[in-house]
């Protein structure tokens, strides 16, 4: 399986970051319908729509983050 490079690990993890979340939220989101039996469908398409939205944000966002962090802890 060819491997992505490392310069494009920011992007990796940010998809990987993004899906995870928006699936999880969408999962707790969509907990009430498993009385319907239509969990599954509620979930896939919730978590879709949020992934699609949530990803942008996150690669964005994530550098600033990083640099947010540096300044406000320290090295021991």
Known sequence: MP????????FVFGVIQSG???????????????KEGTFFVHW???ALVAW????????FAAPA???????LTSDD
């Open 3 to 10: 491997k992505i490079p490392r310069r494009y690990s920011h």
């Open 20 to 34: 995870l979340t928006s699936a999880i939220a969408a999962a707790v989101a969509s907990a009430p319908f498993f």
């Open 44 to 46: 896939l398409r919730s």
């Open 52 to 59: 699609f939205i949530m990803l942008p944000v996150v690669l």
């Open 65 to 71: 983050i990083r640099r947010l962090t540096a300044l």
